[in-house]
C-alpha cells in the first residue's frame, strides 16, 4: 500500500449517526440501573455489565465503518453552538480501548461489588462517568468535547469517594476541585481557540493561525496542556492522583488509570500532533511551532516520567505506589508525544505510534495490577505494604499474573510493553540523530534510568506482596471467584498476543491512524514491518534490565526503597498547598473584608449622616429655645408693659379721676362763681338799680345843674378847643416821641379815660361792661363744658 | 395602512401589554377582598392571575419574532413627557421570563406560605409586584418606567419584611433606603437627560449623543439607580440582607427577575440613552467594567464564606449579576447575546436555588449549610433540581448556565478582552467551591453515621418521598430546573433565540 499518497484531505467523510449514539448507550443504561436499581438488588450489577459489553461491541462493531473514513455527524443547534461528533481511526482505536477497560472491570465488579456499601450508586455513576469517557473519543469539537470532558469529571467524582471515609470524601473534593479548575482552563484555552481561529474543530488549523503571534499560541497551548495534564496526571498536576488512588477501591482506580487518564492523552495528542498542524503538509514552516513545544513536553514528560517513579519507589501504600507509576507511565507517554511534535517533518510517526501503543498497553497491564491488588484488598482488607508478604502460597495464580504484568511494564522481550518502550526509546534516538544536540541525548539517558526504576519498584512491590513470611492473620483458606480471575486472563492474553505479535497491531491499527495526521509518509512506511526483535532494541532492553537489577540490589541491600522521606518534602506541600491556601485565604478574607468595609462605610456615612442631623437638630432644638426665650422675654416684656399700661391706665384713670374732680371741682367753683356771679350780677343789678335811680336823680340833678353847667361847658368848650389844640399840638410831639405800644394804649385809654370822664355817657358803659362779662362767662361755661364733655 | 383583520390583530396586540400591566394591579384588590371571604378562593385568584398574565405575555410571542415594535402614548403630562408603552423583543424577553418564573413562585407559594403569617397581605403585594415588574418592561419611556420601578420597589418591600423578624426589619429598612437612594439618583439622571435631549422616549433613538458633565453625571447617576437594583458593587449591600429573610418564593423573585429589572435599565440606558460611541469615546465603560469585575469576584469570594444557605445564594446572585453587567459593557453582539441569555440563564437557576432552598428551610428549619448532610437522600427532588442548577451556575456543559458563560467569554474575546476571560473562569471556580459542598454533603455527607446505627446496610440513593417537600413546591422547582438543562441543550432554545434576537436588533439601533 502506498501510504504516502494518502493525505487526511483524501480521507472519506461518512455521515453517521452512530457516533452520537454511542456515548448514548451508557447514559441511558445509566439511567435505566438506576431506575431498575430500587426493584431488585440483584439484576442491577448484571445489567450494568450488559451495557458496558454492548458499548464495547457497538465500538468494536465501528470498525469496518472507519475503515472506510471519518465517521461524523452533526446536532446542528444543540446547545445553540452545535455538537459534532467524529470518529477516526484514533478515535476509534481509544474509544475500543476505554469500553474494553471499562468492559473488564466491570465484569470484574460483578463479584467484587457483592460486599461493598453503595453498590447502586457505583454501578449508575461507572455508566455515566464511561459516557463521558467514550464521549471525550468520538466528538468532533473542542465544545463536545469539553461537555463528554466534564461529564467524565463530574460522574467520576462519586467513584472516587466510593468508601465514603472522611479521607474519601477529602480526596473526592480535591479531585473534582482540580478536575473542574482543570477543566475551566481548557475552557479558556477553547475560548482563544475559537476567537482565533473562528472555530473549534478538532481539525488541522494551522493555517487558520496564521500570524497570530507565538506567545497566543503558546497561551493556548498551555491551557490545553493544564486541562489536559490534571486529568492525565502531568507533573507538577498529578498532585491529585496519589490522594484519590490512596482512598479509592482498586476497581475505582482500574478505571481511572486504565481509561479515564487515557482521556487526557487523548487529548494531548489530538492537541499537539493536529490541531498545531497545518492542513497542508507543504506549509513546512508552520510545523516549527509544534517542533519548539514538542521539545518542552519531552521535558515535561521525563521529569514525570522519572520523579514518578522515584516517588513510587518510596511508596508503602499499594495504591498509592501504584499511582504513581501510573503518573510515571503518563510520562512515558508525554515524552513520546513530545518527541513526534519535536520530529515534525522528519520521524513524528514513531513518537506516535509509540504514545498510542504504550498508552494501550498501560490499560492492558495497569488494569491488571489494580485487579490483581483488588483482589488482595478483597481478602486481606490490606494496602499496606510492610503488613503484607508471602502470598504467593495463598494466591499463585495471582503471583503468575502479577510477574506477567511486571515483566510487560518494565519492557520484557515477547510482552507488550517492551514494544512500545522501544518505539518511545527509538523515537528518542531518532531525534538525537537528527538534532544531536546533548540534551536529547541527555533525555534518552533519563529515559533508561527510569525505566530501570520502574523494573525497581515494581520488585518491591512484588517482594512486599508476594514474597517474605505470611502474617499469621492471613493464612486461611480464600475462595476466590472465577468472574474475578477472567477479567485478569483477557488482560494477560491481551498482553502476550500484543508482546509477541506488536507488527500486526501496529501496521493494521496505528499506521493508519497515524496516516489520518499530518505525518511524513516516509516515516509511517519506516515503521511497516520494523524489526522489534534485532540486535539493537534487544540490547537496549538488556541495559536498561542490567541497570535495574543493580539498581534494586543497592536498593534492597541498603533498605533505599523503604526510606520515607519527610512529609514536607513534595512537589503538593512546598509548591501548591501554600500557593492553593494563600489565594484561597487572600480571596475569602478580602472579600468579606471588603464588604464589610463597605458596609461599614455605608453605616459610617448614615451614622455621620446622623451626628450632623443630629447637630441640625441640636441648632434646631438651640433655635427653638432661643425662640422660646426670646418670646418669654418678649412676653414678660409684653407683661410689664401691660402692667406699665394698666399703671398707665390707672394713671390715667386717676388723673382723669382727678381732672374729673378737678373738673367737678371746677363745676363746684364755677357755680359757687355763677352763684357770685349771680349774686355779684343781682348786686350789681341793685347796684345798677340804685345808680340808676342815683343815676336818675342825679340826672335831674345834672339836668338842673346841667344847664347851669351848660354855661360853664361854653364856656370851657372854649377853652377846651383852645386845649384840644394844645394838647394836639403836644400829642404829635409826643407821638413822635412814643412807639405805639401800651403806652400810647394806655396813653389813649387814659385819653378815653380822660375823655370819658370828659364824655360821660353811663348807659353806654352799663351796657358794654355787661356784655363783656357776659362773653367771659360764656366762654368760661364753654370750656367747662368741653372738659366735661371730653373727660367724662 | 392596516386592513381588516390586521388592523384588528394590531389593535389586540398594542393592548396587550396595557392589559398585562394593569391586569395583576386591578386583580390585587379583588384578591384582596376575596382573601376575607375565602382562603382557597384567593389561592386561587392569585394562581388564576399569574397564569393568564403569563399566557398574555406569551401570545405576543409570534408577533415580537416579526421583528415588530409598538409604541403609543396613552397620556401626556407635559409635552414629551407623557406615559408611554412599548413593546419590542427585550421588553419581550424579559416579561415572558419574569411572569414565567412568577407564576412558578405563585404555585409554590401555596404550600409554602400555608403555615405563615399574614398571607391576606402577601398574596396581593404579590400579585402586584408583577404587575409593577411587567410596567417597567412594557414602559415605552424613562418616566414611565421609573414610576414602575418605583412602585415595585417600594411594594416589594412587603415582601422582604413578611416575617416581620427584627432582622426582617432590619433588612427591610436598609433595603428602602437604597432604594430610596437609588430611585432619586435615577430621578436625577431622568431629569438630566430630558434636559439634555428634551425627551425621555425610547423611540427618539440616541437621545445623548455628546459626552459632557452633565450627561456623565446623568450616566453615573443610572448607574447608582439601576446598579443599586442589580446588586452592583458597592450598592449591593442590602442584597444579601433581604433576599435571604424573604419568603422563599419571594426571594426567588427578588433574586431571579427584581434584579434583573436593573439589568434591564441599564441596557435601556446604554443602548437607548446613549450609544456605544458616546460611552466609549468617553470611557464611561471603563468604570462599570471595573465595578461588574469587583461585583463579580467579590459576590463569588464572600459566598463561599457564608454558611446560611440562602446568605450563600444571595451573594452568588450578586456575583452572577456581575457577568451581566459585564456582559452588556462589552459592547460586541457576541457579548450582548451571552448578557441576555445570561438574564435568563440566572433567573432560572437563582429561581431554583432558592425554591429548592426554601423547600429545605420548609420540610426541616435547616439552614445552616453543615446542617445539610444527607439531604439529598431525604428530598431527592428538591436536591436534584438545586444540583442541576448549581451546576449550571459552575458552568457545567450541557446546562445553560455554560452557554450563556460561553458566549459572554467569546464576546469578550471579539472586545478583545482576554482578561474579563480569565475572571470568569475564576468566578466560575468559586462557584465550584461553593456549591459543590452543598451537593455533595447532601447526597453523600452522614452516610457514615447512619451506617453506623446498623440498619439497612444497603440503604442506597433510592427515591423516598417520605422527607419530600409537597408537589405544589417540588413540580415549580423541577420545572425550572430543567429548564436550565433544557435551554442549555435542547435545540429549540427559545431563550437563546430570544436573545440572539434581542442582540440584534440592540444593535441595530433598536427602533
Given at each position: 500500500m502506498n501510504l504516502a499518497a494518502v493525505t487526511a484531505g483524501e480521507t472519506a467523510r461518512i455521515y453517521h449517526i452512530w457516533p452520537v449514539i454511542l456515548p448514548l448507550i451508557p447514559l441511558a443504561g445509566g439511567i435505566l440501573v438506576f431506575a431498575l436499581g430500587r426493584l431488585s438488588k440483584r439484576i442491577y450489577p448484571l445489567l450494568s455489565f450488559l451495557v458496558t459489553l454492548v458499548t464495547l461491541l457497538s465500538t468494536a462493531g465501528l470498525y469496518p465503518l472507519v475503515k472506510q473514513g471519518d465517521l461524523y455527524c452533526q446536532l446542528p443547534k444543540f446547545m445553540a453552538v452545535g455538537l459534532s461528533f467524529r470518529v477516526d481511526l484514533l478515535s476509534f482505536i481509544f474509544a475500543l480501548l476505554v469500553s474494553l477497560a471499562w468492559c473488564v472491570v466491570t465484569l470484574f465488579s460483578l463479584p467484587y461489588m457483592?460486599?461493598?456499601?453503595y453498590s447502586l450508586t457505583y454501578f449508575v455513576f461507572l455508566l455515566f462517568t464511561l459516557a463521558g469517557n467514550l464521549g471525550v473519543m468520538v466528538t468532533g469539537d473542542w465544545v463536545t468535547f469539553f461537555l463528554f470532558f466534564e461529564l467524565m469529571t463530574v460522574a467520576s467524582y462519586v467513584l472516587v469517594i466510593q468508601n465514603r471515609t472522611d479521607e474519601a470524601m477529602h480526596a473526592g473534593m480535591y479531585t473534582l476541585v482540580l478536575g473542574i479548575a482543570g477543566g475551566l482552563v481548557l475552557l479558556g484555552g477553547v475560548f482563544l481557540l475559537h476567537s482565533l481561529a473562528g472555530h473549534v474543530q478538532i481539525s488541522p488549523m494551522m493555517l487558520a493561525l496564521q500570524g497570530v503571534p507565538a506567545w497566543s499560541l503558546a497561551t493556548i497551548l498551555i491551557c490545553f496542556m493544564v486541562g489536559f495534564g490534571i486529568k492525565a496526571g502531568m507533573?507538577?498536576?498529578?498532585?491529585w492522583m496519589p490522594r484519590a488512588y490512596g482512598a479509592s477501591p482498586a476497581i475505582v482506580n482500574a478505571f481511572s488509570s486504565g481509561a479515564m487518564v487515557k482521556a487526557g492523552i487523548y487529548g494531548i495528542i489530538r492537541i499537539?500532533?493536529?490541531?498545531?498542524?497545518?492542513?497542508?503538509?507543504?506549509?513546512?514552516?508552520?510545523?516549527h511551532f509544534a517542533a519548539s513545544a514538542g521539545y518542552v513536553i519531552i521535558w515535561l514528560g521525563l521529569i514525570t516520567m522519572v520523579f514518578g517513579a522515584l516517588m513510587a519507589l518510596l511508596q508503602n501504600h499499594a495504591m498509592r505506589l501504584l499511582s504513581y507509576s501510573s503518573i510515571s507511565q503518563m510520562g512515558y507517554i508525554i515524552v513520546a508525544i513530545g518527541s513526534a511534535a519535536y520530529l515534525f517533518g522528519l520521524e513524528e510517526a514513531m513518537g506516535f505510534s509509540g504514545a498510542v501503543f504504550h498508552a494501550i498497553n498501560h490499560t492492558l497491564y495497569k488494569v491488571s495490577f489494580f485487579l490483581i491488588f483488588a483482589i488482595i484488598f478483597y481478602h486481606t482488607g490490606e494496602y499496606r505494604l510492610d503488613r503484607l508478604g508471602g502470598l504467593w502460597r495463598k494466591f499463585p495464580l495471582l503471583m503468575v499474573f502479577f510477574l506477567l504484568s511486571f515483566g510487560a511494564i518494565s519492557g520484557?522481550?515477547?510482552?507488550?510493553g517492551y514494544a512500545s518502550k522501544t518505539l518511545i526509546h527509538d523515537a528518542l534516538l531518532e531525534a538525537h540523530h537528527y538534532y544531536h544536540t546533548f540534551d536529547i541525548y541527555l533525555a534518552e539517558r533519563l529515559f533508561v534510568l527510569g525505566s530501570a526504576f520502574t523494573f525497581c519498584y515494581y520488585a518491591k512491590l512484588f517482594y512486599c506482596t508476594f514474597l517474605g513470611p505470611l502474617p499469621e492473620k492471613y493464612n486461611v483458606n480464600y475462595h476466590t471467584s472465577f468472574l474475578m480471575y477472567l477479567p485478569l486472563a483477557l488482560l494477560a492474553a491481551g498482553i502476550i498476543l500484543l508482546g509477541i505479535w506488536p507488527n500486526i497491531f501496529i501496521e493494521n491499527y496505528l499506521l493508519p491512524a497515524a496516516s489520518q495526521?499530518?505525518?511524513y509518509r516516509g516515516g509511517i512506511e519506516h515503521l511497516t514491518?520494523?524489526?522489534?526483535?534485532?540486535e539493537a532494541p534487544l540490547n537496549a532492553s538488556a541495559t536498561i534490565f542490567l541497570l535495574a537489577v543493580l539498581l534494586a540490589l543497592i536498593g534492597f541491600r541498603f533498605r533505599f526503597f523503604w526510606w520515607k522521606p519527610p512529609?514536607?518534602?513534595?512537589v503538593e506541600k512546598i509548591v501548591l498547598q501554600p500557593v492553593v491556601s494563600f489565594l484561597y485565604r487572600m480571596l475569602t478574607h478580602l472579600g468579606p473584608k471588603t464588604d464589610n468595609a463597605i458596609n461599614s462605610f455605608y453605616y459610617k456615612i448614615a451614622s455621620d449622616f446622623l451626628a450632623l442631623c443630629r447637630v441640625v437638630g441640636q441648632m434646631d432644638s438651640s433655635l427653638d429655645s432661643f425662640y422660646e426665650n426670646s418670646s418669654r422675654k418678649a412676653y414678660q416684656i409684653v407683661e410689664k408693659s401691660r402692667n406699665l399700661e394698666d399703671s398707665l391706665v390707672d394713671a390715667y384713670d386717676r388723673s382723669s379721676k382727678g381732672a374729673y374732680q378737678l373738673i367737678e371741682r371746677g363745676q363746684l367753683v364755677d357755680e359757687s362763681l355763677n352763684e357770685a356771679y349771680d349774686l355779684s350780677s343781682m348786686k350789681a343789678y341793685r347796684l345798677m338799680e340804685k345808680s340808676r335811680q342815683l343815676d336818675e336823680s342825679l340826672n335831674s340833678a345834672y339836668e338842673s345843674s346841667g344847664r347851669a353847667a351848660k354855661n360853664i361847658y361854653d364856656k370851657t368848650a372854649k377853652m377846651d378847643n383852645a386845649l384840644n389844640m394844645a394838647y394836639e399840638r403836644s400829642g404829635k410831639a409826643a407821638k413822635e416821641l412814643i412807639v405805639p405800644g401800651k403806652d400810647s394804649t394806655q396813653t389813649s385809654k387814659r385819653k378815653s379815660k380822660v375823655s370819658s370822664s370828659f364824655k360821660i355817657n353811663p348807659m353806654e358803659w352799663n351796657i358794654k361792661n355787661l356784655n363783656f362779662d357776659t362773653l367771659l362767662l360764656a366762654i368760661m361755661l364753654g370750656i367747662v363744658f368741653f372738659v366735661l364733655f371730653f373727660f367724662r | 395602512m392596516w386592513e381588516g383583520d390586521e388592523l384588528l390583530g394590531m389593535y389586540w396586540q398594542a393592548i396587550i401589554p396595557l392589559w398585562v400591566v394593569l391586569f395583576p394591579i386591578f386583580m390585587t384588590p379583588a384578591i384582596f377582598i376575596l382573601s376575607k371571604r375565602s382562603e382557597k378562593l384567593r389561592d386561587g385568584l392569585s394562581v388564576l392571575t399569574a397564569v393568564i398574565t403569563f399566557f398574555s405575555v406569551a401570545s405576543l410571542y409570534p408577533f415580537v419574532m416579526e421583528g415588530k415594535t409598538i409604541e403609543y402614548t396613552?397620556?401626556?403630562?407635559?409635552p414629551e413627557l407623557g406615559v408611554t408603552v412599548r413593546i419590542d423583543i427585550l421588553s419581550f424577553c424579559l416579561a415572558i421570563l419574569s411572569s414565567f418564573v412568577w407564576m412558578m413562585a405563585t404555585i409554590y407559594s401555596l404550600d409554602y406560605m400555608?403555615?405563615?403569617?399574614?398571607k391576606n397581605r402577601y398574596y396581593p403585594v404579590l400579585i402586584f409586584t408583577l404587575g409593577a415588574t411587567l410596567g417597567i418592561f412594557f414602559a415605552g419611556d424613562f418616566f414611565t418606567l421609573y414610576v414602575f420601578f418605583e412602585l415595585m420597589s417600594l411594594v416589594s418591600y412587603v415582601l422582604v419584611i413578611h416575617e416581620e423578624t427584627p432582622t426582617a426589619l432590619k433588612a427591610g429598612y436598609k433595603y428602602l433606603i437604597m432604594t430610596i437612594i437609588g430611585g432619586l439618583a435615577l430621578f436625577f439622571a431622568i431629569i438630566a437627560t430630558f434636559e439634555l435631549a428634551g425627551s425621555v422616549s425610547?423611540?427618539?433613538?440616541?437621545?445623548?449623543s455628546k459626552p459632557s458633565t452633565l450627561a456623565f453625571f446623568a450616566f453615573v447617576c443610572y448607574l447608582i439607580g439601576f446598579g443599586m437594583k442589580a446588586g452592583m458593587?458597592?450598592?449591593?449591600?442590602w442584597l444579601p440582607e433581604a433576599h435571604p429573610v424573604a419568603p422563599s418564593p419571594a426571594s426567588a423573585l427578588l433574586s431571579g427577575i427584581m434584579l434583573k429589572t436593573g439589568a434591564y435599565g441599564m441596557l435601556r440606558v446604554l443602548f437607548?440613552?446613549?450609544?456605544i460611541e458616546v460611552v466609549q469615546s468617553a470611557r464611561w465603560d471603563l468604570l462599570v467594567a471595573v465595578l461588574a469585575v469587583i461585583t463579580i469576584l467579590l459576590g463569588s469570594a464572600v459566598a463561599l464564606t457564608q454558611f446560611d444557605l440562602k446568605r450563600r445564594l444571595a451573594y452568588s446572585s450578586i456575583g452572577q449579576m456581575g457577568y451581566v453587567l459585564l456582559g452588556m459593557i462589552l459592547f460586541t453582539e457576541q457579548g450582548l447575546v451571552g448578557d441576555i441569555f445570561h438574564i435568563f440563564s440566572h433567573a432560572f437557576m437563582k429561581s431554583t436555588l432558592f425554591l429548592a432552598a426554601g423547600a429545605i428551610i420548609w420540610k426541616t428549619?435547616?439552614?445552616?449549610i453543615n446542617d445539610l448532610a444527607g439531604i439529598g437522600r431525604k428530598m431527592p427532588f428538591t436536591m436534584g433540581a438545586f444540583t442541576i442548577a448549581a451546576l449550571a451556575m459552575i458552568g457545567i456543559p450541557p446546562l445553560n448556565g455554560f452557554l450563556s458563560k460561553w458566549t459572554l467569554s467569546l464576546g469578550a474575546l471579539e472586545a478583545g478582552l482576554p482578561i474579563y476571560v480569565v475572571i470568569l473562569l475564576i468566578s466560575s471556580l468559586l462557584n465550584g467551591l461553593y456549591y459543590l459542598p452543598i451537593i455533595i454533603a447532601a447526597f453523600f455527607g452522614g452516610e457514615e453515621q447512619e451506617h453506623a446505627h446498623g440498619e439497612?446496610?444497603?440503604?442506597?440513593?433510592?427515591?423516598?418521598?417520605?422527607?419530600e417537600a409537597t408537589a405544589k413546591m417540588v413540580i415549580p422547582m423541577v420545572i425550572l430546573g430543567l429548564g436550565c438543562f433544557f435551554l442549555g441543550l435542547?435545540?429549540?432554545?427559545i431563550a437563546y433565540e430570544l436573545s440572539l434576537k434581542a442582540a440584534v436588533f440592540l444593535f441595530r439601533g433598536g427602533m
Open positions: 457483592r460486599q461493598e456499601k507533573i507538577p498536576l498529578h498532585v499537539v500532533l493536529l490541531v498545531f498542524t497545518p492542513a497542508d503538509m507543504a506549509a513546512k514552516e508552520a510545523f520484557l522481550p515477547l510482552l507488550n495526521f499530518q505525518f514491518g520494523f524489526h522489534f526483535f534485532s512529609a514536607n518534602l513534595s | 396613552l397620556f401626556q403630562i407635559l400555608k403555615p405563615e403569617h399574614g425610547l423611540s427618539k433613538g440616541v437621545l445623548v458593587f458597592p450598592l449591593h449591600v437607548y440613552v446613549f450609544n428549619g435547616l439552614r445552616n439497612a446496610q444497603h440503604v442506597e440513593a433510592g427515591i423516598n418521598l417520605r422527607g435542547f435545540p429549540s432554545n
